[in-house]
């Protein structure tokens, strides 16, 4: 079964950065894509960004562009999320994801990520 633990979240003031990660074990972890989703209560989970399995390519979402990174060390089969530049609309729900099996184009919706971990809050003050 996989199983992927998120590790990280906190308290940051506006403009400041923080570092998340996603530690997965379970099957093979370099095989698969990996992505970063975030949710507000009551909202729907939103995509953040997303990396393939050998971190070729990367994707974010509009929002987070330039600010946020996204790498992994399949070595220690763990998934990373740097955030820079810190806003308060960052204020969520960090949820790491992964795939059940590979994809060409790296994908960006909820329903193409089969495995989920239970999410850290990252939370910025004004």
């Known amino acids: 079964q996989v199983q992927l633990v998120e590790s990280g979240g906190g308290l940051v003031q506006t403009g400041g950065s923080l570092s998340v990660s996603c530690a997965a074990s379970?099957?093979?972890?370099?095989?698969?894509?990996m992505g970063w989703f975030r949710q507000a209560p009551g909202k729907e989970r939103e995509f953040v960004a997303a990396?393939?399995?050998?971190?070729?390519?990367?994707t974010y979402a509009d929002s987070v562009k330039g600010r946020f990174t996204i790498t992994r060390d399949n070595a220690k089969n763990t998934a990373y999320l740097q955030m820079n530049s810190l806003k308060p609309e960052d204020t969520d729900v960090y949820f790491c994801?992964?795939?059940?099996?590979?994809?060409?184009?790296?994908?960006?919706?909820?329903?193409?990520?089969?495995?989920w971990g239970q999410g850290t809050r990252v939370t910025v003050g004004s």
């Open positions: 990396i393939s399995w050998n971190a070729g390519s990367t």
């Open positions: 379970g099957r093979t972890f370099s095989r698969y894509p």
């Open positions: 994801a992964t795939t059940a099996r590979g994809w060409i184009a790296l994908p960006h919706g909820p329903d193409d990520y089969n495995y």
